[in-house]
Antibody, heavy 113, light 112 residues
Framework: VQLVESGGGLVQPGGSLRLSCAASGFTFSGFEMNWVRQAPGKGLEWVAYISSSGTTLYYADSVKGRFTISRDNAKNSLSLQMNSLRAEDTAVYYC???????WGQGTLVTVSS | DVVMTQSPLSLPVTLGQPASISCRSSQSLVHSDGNTYLNWFQQRPGQSPRRLIYKVSNRDSGVPDRFSGSGSGTDFTLKISRVEAEDVGVYYCMQFTHWPRSFGQGTKVEIK
């Protein structure tokens, strides 16, 4: 199992960013997926969930209406579209498989002017 | 929302001695399907989290048997029978029963 996040970087408040997670080593279409984030020096925070088919979505209240989780099972890829970014969204973002059995290495998002 | 409360938040341990971390939830974690979806994770310094235990007491593949999980309802425990140097890090509980999912604050395990 391998999960590789990308797309992080520095963005201004109010800006947008799209994170990706490339999955390999397992049947991606058979697993639900999650995004989890960790602000610098802080604990883990669950962000979003998508079912294996992509039809069921859940979000943390802190990102609801601003973030959109999606997946492309044909490309073994998970995405997180982040809009209206705030300073408090600064964190390392991890994709995690299923009940978080496997995690990527994370990608850092910094929201700052 | 379900609040997960861990204690202690800091745990200095002597090598070879046992360690225990408590995790309490504000609501029962028994799912309507009868399962209890409580996981434990380890995060070593500078690394991604790693799942140790799923559904309260099931050890993941490759996890040393000195780690064990127990509990039911709202009260759960992670035990390390004999702490080794590689066990240093932060440990989190997380519930997968209710939406939104939630983590405990984390317990930092360090060697005395």
């Amino acid at each position: 199992v391998q999960l590789v996040e990308s797309g992080g970087g520095l963005v201004q408040p109010g800006g947008s960013l799209r994170l990706s997670c490339a999955a390999s080593g397992f049947t991606f279409s058979g697993f639900e997926m999650n995004w989890v984030r960790q602000a610098p020096g802080k604990g883990l925070e669950w962000v979003a969930y998508i079912s294996s088919s992509g039809t069921t979505l859940y979000y943390a209240d802190s990102v609801k209406g601003r973030f959109t989780i999606s997946r492309d099972n044909a490309k073994n890829s998970l995405s997180l579209q982040m809009n209206s970014l705030r300073a408090e969204d600064t964190a390392v973002y991890y994709c995690a498989r299923g009940w978080a059995s496997d995690w990527g290495q994370g990608t850092l998002v910094t929201v700052s002017s | 929302d379900v609040v997960m409360t861990q204690s202690p938040l800091s745990l200095p341990v002597t090598l070879g001695q046992p360690a225990s971390i408590s995790c309490r939830s504000s609501q029962s974690l028994v799912h309507s399907d009868g399962n209890t979806y409580l996981n434990w994770f380890q995060q070593r310094p500078g690394q991604s989290p790693r799942r140790l235990i799923y559904k309260v007491s099931n050890r993941d593949s490759g996890v040393p048997d000195r780690f064990s999980g127990s509990g039911s309802g709202t009260d759960f425990t992670l035990k390390i029978s004999r702490v080794e140097a590689e066990d240093v890090g932060v440990y989190y509980c997380m519930q997968f029963t209710h939406w939104p999912r939630s983590f405990g604050q984390g317990t930092k395990v360090e060697i005395k």
